[in-house]
Structures are given as structure tokens and as C-alpha cells.
């Protein structure tokens, strides 16, 4: 990608009789947002280019982990990258692909982030690898207030019996989407860690994330037990088959119908912006706190975030610029104040005033606050775990007689992964 961009950057600057040089050249930027995802991610490129004069090219696919892998292999990186998942990127920090940022932006980001967050942006070494665009934070059950009435789950017990309720009384508890190509299946992966999460403890969960946890012990088998057991499939809107096909940015859709098709999704908090933007019939949209709020996960007081983090392949000016801005209070503050947009930061310095209601500011106090954060799993372990993490979920929704063969086969991944390749990040610190 770089050296096509170069090659056509030099021939129009020859064209119109100058001398092509690097300074010349735009930014390259490859990410996983499209849509309206991207939309927003432009606004902040936009304003690196107000700030600075530098222009940039961007790439948005889901499949941002293939191509990058493709553009490494042919030596024509981009110059930043943003992945979701610090998994790939120590991968290529132990190739030496991905760059060091330098001391003065690590001192700047450990001023402006907490603690866990600092150690992920390192990458689990001591020098600063990453930048966290976007944050989100993954623990949360989404329900509408009106038809969510009396005492909350607070346990996983309680939630389960709250669940199977709905379904005896003829509804519809669960609202389920696992498609997300080329990673279908990771909103299955997010109850699994969760629950594994809330019920085991932050130190079982940390063994688990970085290779020393059986996939097979009795801790990781209950919790595929116990997310079986809530999501039957009669309490899966559609069943398990709809389940497998639904797209995950579609599946809460049917929360706002009259009547509503289902009662409750687990998902992370950018799902606020899917909501706020699915237009009922009667032209208005979903609002935070009147017609959705969330329950934090039920279990211990702990909480699974996830980041969107950056990472330079080349080091020019022009990278090193947009990596300092990206990590500035001024780029980290544009995304979330974009009208229902619901991006959030870790940054602590925004404060809350600059997340427009109740529910979202909620969710920004725990992300820069809490006192017990665990990281995504998922996102840290490496990718072929992660890959046949994916694929298991899928398989398990579909015969859940087999989860005694898919554990075994997932522990045999994990055996198959040298120790060197496992991230190891700090949990419930």
C-alpha cells in the first residue's frame, strides 16, 4: 500500500514540475472502522490535518489483522495501524515490525492514563507501543427501563432465573448476533470472559488470558456450562440459528419494536451508538436512560474493557505527529462528543462533561476510574487462540454436546503456542 501511494505521490509532483519528498507525503492509516464507524474516525484525522498541514490516506476493512498481515509481508506497511487487539500487536513488536513511540509521548500517556491502561499501551514491556484510540468497556447488560421492572439481577444465579422467567411467561430474553466476518463468533467470546471473569476472579482470568490456564479446567468448562445454561435456545431470539446469522450490530434491534422481539443483550458500550441511530417506525430513535440502560455484569466487582489501540510501522515524521496527537486530550475528546457516536477514552484528563448523557458518562467514570479493569482475552491472547476461540462458540451455539471435544481441542492450541508468544497484562489492578 505505502509504496503504490508514494510511487503515484511522486509522479504528480514531477507532473506539475516539482520534486517529490517525504515530507510531502500523506499519512497512511489502515483501521477496522467503516460506516459510520469511519465516518467519525475521519473527523479526527481531519483535525491532525487542520493541526499540523499533514494529509492522510485511510483504509477502513473488518478484516484489518489479514491485510495488515498481507502489507508487513510485502515490506509496504502502513505507517499507523489501529487493531483490537494488543495480541497481533506483540506479535509484531517481537518481530520488530511494530515501532517504539519514544519517551516523551510514554510520559505523556502515563500523566493522562491510569495505570492499566499504561501498561497495555506498553504492550506488556516497558517502552510505550500503542496508542488507545478508543476504549470500551465489555461487562455490561443492556435492557430497556420501562419493561425492566422491580429488583435487578445482581448475581449470574439471579440473572439466570430472571432469564428463564421471561421465557415460561412466553418472551424472548435474549437478543444474539455472532456474525462479524471475518471474525464471527467474539460476541460469544465476551460471555465467556465474562462470566469466567465474575465467577472465577481477575487471577484465574489472567492465567487463563496468557496460556496457563487449561482450557479444560473445572473453572473454563463452567463457564461455558453456565452461558449455555442462560442462553437455551428458546431464550435466543430466532434460536440458536439466528443466533449464528444475526449480525452483532443488529441484534439489539428488536429491543425497541413494539412489542419488543427480545428483553436483554450483552454487549460493550459502543452498542449505544447502534441504538441511537435504529429508527422506529414512527421516525424517532432510541434514547440513553429513557429507552436503554445497562446492568453491570452480575458477580464480583470487576469490569472486562477493550481498546482500539494504534501502532506505527514506519517511522517518519508524519507518523510520529499523528501518534502524539492521537494520544492528546484534544484528539481523544472529538470522537465522543460527536452527537450519538458513543466513543469513549481512556484518557482521564477529558472528565465526563464531554459525554452527553447519563448512561454514557457512567460508562467513561469506570472505563478512567475503576479500580479492578480486566483487559479483553480474547484481544490479548494470540491469534490462533483467538481464532479457535471464535470458531468454538460457534460450534458450541450449534451442539453443545460436543463442548468436551472443543475444550479439549482449544487446550490443544494452547499447548501447541511456545510460552514467548502468550501476552502477559495485569488483571483486576
Known amino acids: 500500500m505505502k509504496r503504490l501511494i508514494s510511487v503515484l505521490t511522486a509522479l504528480s509532483l514531477v507532473a506539475a514540475g516539482c520534486s517529490a519528498s517525504a515530507e510531502d507525503e500523506p499519512v497512511v492509516v489502515l483501521a477496522s472502522w467503516t460506516d459510520g464507524e469511519e465516518t467519525a474516525f475521519r473527523q479526527v484525522l481531519d483535525a491532525f490535518t487542520a493541526e499540523t498541514g499533514i494529509g492522510y490516506l485511510y483504509e477502513g476493512t473488518r478484516a484489518v489483522d489479514q491485510v495488515l498481515a498481507s502489507d508487513v509481508q510485502r515490506g509496504t506497511p502502513p505507517d499507523v495501524a489501529v487493531l483490537p487487539n494488543a495480541g497481533v500487536l506483540a506479535k509484531y513488536r517481537k518481530s520488530g515490525d511494530l515501532l517504539p513511540l519514544g519517551d516523551d509521548l510514554s510520559a505523556a500517556v502515563t500523566r493522562s492514563f491510569s495505570s492499566p491502561w499504561v501498561t497495555l499501551q506498553k504492550i506488556g514491556t516497558e517502552q510505550l507501543y500503542a496508542v488507545a484510540v478508543k476504549a470500551d468497556l465489555k461487562s455490561l447488560i443492556w435492557y430497556d427501563p420501562a419493561r425492566m421492572t422491580g429488583v435487578r439481577p445482581t448475581t449470574f444465579a439471579a440473572l439466570r432465573e430472571y432469564s428463564a422467567g421471561l421465557t415460561a411467561a412466553g418472551g424472548t430474553p435474549w437478543c444474539v448476533g455472532m456474525g462479524a466476518p471475518p471474525t464471527s463468533g467474539w460476541p460469544g467470546t465476551d460471555w465467556i470472559e465474562d462470566i469466567l471473569l465474575h465467577s472465577a476472579g481477575p487471577e484465574k482470568y489472567r492465567q487463563w488470558a496468557s496460556g496457563g490456564l487449561p482450557w479444560t479446567s473445572t473453572e473454563v468448562k463452567q463457564a461455558w456450562l453456565d452461558w449455555g445454561s442462560v442462553l437455551e435456545p428458546a431464550a435466543i431470539r430466532g434460536g440458536t440459528a439466528a443466533a449464528l446469522l444475526t449480525d452483532f450490530g443488529d441484534a439489539g434491534k428488536p429491543m425497541f419494536t413494539d412489542p419488543p422481539g427480545c428483553a436483554l443483550e450483552h454487549q460493550a458500550s459502543f452498542i449505544m451508538s447502534r441504538y441511537q441511530n435504529f429508527e422506529r417506525p414512527d421516525g424517532t430513535f432510541p434514547k440513553p436512560s429513557t429507552d436503554f440502560d445497562f446492568l453491570s455484569f452480575p458477580g464480583r466487582d470487576v469490569s472486562e474493557v477493550a481498546a482500539d489501540l494504534a501502532g506505527m510501522f514506519q517511522d517518519t515524521p508524519q507518523a510520529r505527529r499523528l501518534m502524539e496527537f492521537l494520544a492528546s486530550e484534544k484528539a481523544q475528546r472529538i470522537w465522543p462528543s460527536i452527537p450519538r457516536a458513543n466513543a469513549f477514552s481512556a484518557n482521564r484528563k477529558l472528565g465526563l462533561d464531554v459525554y452527553p448523557d447519563q448512561v454514557s458518562r457512567r460508562v467513561a467514570d469506570t472505563i478512567?476510574?475503576?479500580?479492578?479493569?480486566?483487559?479483553?482475552?480474547?484481544?490479548?491472547?494470540?491469534?490462533?487462540?483467538?481464532?479457535?476461540?471464535?470458531?468454538?462458540?460457534?460450534?458450541?451455539?450449534?451442539n453443545r454436546d460436543r463442548l468436551d471435544i472443543l475444550l479439549k481441542q482449544l487446550d490443544d492450541v494452547r499447548k501447541s503456542i511456545q510460552s514467548g508468544e502468550w501476552l502477559e497484562i495485569p488483571c483486576g489492578q
Open 368 to 398: 478512567t476510574s475503576a479500580s479492578a479493569l480486566c483487559f479483553d482475552a480474547s484481544d490479548l491472547m494470540p491469534a490462533t487462540m483467538t481464532g479457535a476461540f471464535h470458531r468454538a462458540v460457534l460450534e458450541y451455539l450449534s
